[in-house]
């Protein structure tokens, strides 16, 4: 079974402060993914990676940015975390995207709060 | 880029009835559709997905049905447990530059013995 293990399963930050969500996946997926949670607004795409090193705007990049230096890790950061940013966060791996895309695995969750 | 709608955002149904949750979608390039369960606590976790060269697909209780001209699919739930009560989203893969799936907002499905 595919295992997308994140870090931390609750945090609490203040306003400000810079925000590291580290996120692992031990399948040799080519793509990882951070989706944020939202009651009433499902699940938003963040930014997502299809290569080491690489990374995609999703719908909501604002605030946010990635890292991924090697194949198994992807990192959200929150360079200067907001109140409006208090949110669940959650990482997923694919085997391959693109036009024969495969279904996404999902960590459990960061939720953040920021105050 | 896509955009996918989910209704109902609630659910209640007594132990033993079916459920069914619709989404619809606008990109007509879309091509991939899967649904996705949210337990109390996880992350979601895939249960049954279909493409669209295919219009049904059943795996033991759970279905789901496409139909790409009017764009929208269906999960179908039949005799429905007490364990199937969670949050269920559908998805849609975006195709404009790299495919990305697009969520809807998610149905709490509760399930009541």
């Known amino acids: 079974d595919v295992k997308v293990t994140q870090s931390s399963r609750y945090l609490v930050k203040r306003t400000g402060e810079k925000v590291f969500l580290e996120c692992v996946q031990d399948m040799d997926h080519e793509n990882m993914f951070w989706y944020r949670q939202d009651p009433g607004l499902g699940l938003r795409l963040i930014y997502f990676s299809y290569d080491v090193k690489m990374k995609e705007k999703g719908d909501i990049p604002e605030g946010y940015s990635v890292s991924r230096e090697k194949k198994e890790r992807f990192s959200l950061i929150l360079e200067s975390a907001s109140t409006n940013q208090t949110s669940m966060y959650l990482c997923a791996s694919s085997l391959r995207g693109g036009w024969a895309i495969s279904p996404l695995h999902f960590g459990n969750g960061t939720r953040l709060t920021v105050t | 880029g896509e955009n996918v709608e989910q209704h109902p955002s609630t659910l209640s149904v007594q132990e033993g009835d079916s459920a069914v949750i619709k989404c619809t979608y606008s990109d007509s390039a879309s091509n991939y559709f899967p649904w996705y369960k949210q337990e109390l606590g996880k992350g979601p976790q895939l249960i049954i997905d279909?493409?669209?060269?295919?219009g049904e697909k059943k795996d033991q209780r759970i279905a789901v049905t496409l139909n790409k001209t009017a764009k929208h699919f269906s999960l179908h739930i039949t005799e429905t447990q007490p364990e199937d009560s969670a949050v269920y989203f559908c998805a849609a893969s975006s195709n404009s530059g790299y495919s990305t799936l697009t969520f809807g907002k998610g149905t709490m499905l509760l399930v009541s013995p």
């Open positions: 279909i493409r669209s060269n295919v």
